[in-house]
């Protein structure tokens, strides 16, 4: 792996993007057997053990063949992962970017990238009501338990410009994360606890516009 990262900096070849903005859908899966484990003894569904999280992604060039940015995986728009009684566990991770590539045959590029990142997981309940039966209303609540984890994401891939300012790409990677049992709500305590590794390969489709 050090190898490939390494290579492309040896090329002199310019880069077709100075910044470039990256919008696109991953495939990554997760093993949450102990957490699945304490949601059951809560009388909760389980949740699946697949992650389809939205991937933004900004990058800038600081040198001709290496590009650095911010890069955000999150399922908080579209949770896949979802148990009994409107529970949901969005996943969101973040963090920095290196990425080396070279292009050939004009329009393809091989990327080769590597991020250090922080992720953070919400199981919760945005659709509870709390009741006053003095004044008879009802208002909406939210319970949530979070928990949080560092990681590190690798992956290569291609990228195939459609236009000058426009190009789709491809990539497959692994994410090495986990989040252990520590499970903390806003009380302090709670009966949710397990790990779920996110250990796994990962697999991305992407949208790239750039200047």
Same mark, same amino acid.
């Given at each position: ?150 990681? %590190? /994401? *690798?992956?290569? +891939?291609?990228?195939? =410009? &459609?236009?000058? %300012? /426009? *190009?789709?790409? +491809?990539?497959?990677? =692994? &994410? ?36």
């Amino acid at each position: 792996m050090a190898l490939l990262l390494a290579a492309p900096l040896v090329s002199t070849l310019s880069a077709q993007y100075k910044v470039s903005y990256r919008l696109g859908l991953g495939l990554g899966f997760t093993d949450p057997k102990q957490f699945n484990e304490s949601l059951s003894a809560q009388e909760l569904g389980t949740i699946g053990s697949m992650w389809f999280p939205l991937n933004y992604d900004l990058s800038v060039n600081i040198y001709p063949s290496l590009r650095v940015g911010y890069k955000k995986l999150s399922t908080r728009l579209i949770t896949y992962n979802r148990s009994s009684g409107d529970y949901i566990l969005p996943i969101v991770f973040r963090g920095i970017t290196a990425e080396s590539y070279f292009t050939f045959r004009n329009r393809l590029e091989a990327i080769f990238g590597i991020s250090p990142m922080f992720g953070s997981a919400a199981f919760m309940n945005k659709k509870l009501t709390a009741s006053d039966e003095t004044l008879g209303v009802e208002s909406s609540t939210t319970a949530e338990v979070t928990n949080s984890a560092f990681g %590190f /994401l *690798s992956w290569v +891939g291609v990228r195939f =410009y &459609l236009l000058p %300012f /426009l *190009s789709v790409e +491809g990539s497959s990677g =692994y &994410l090495y994360s986990k989040f252990d049992e520590s499970w903390k709500s806003a009380s302090g305590s709670t009966p949710i606890s397990g790990q779920i590794k996110m250990s796994k390969p990962f697999l991305r489709v992407a949208a790239v516009a750039g200047w």
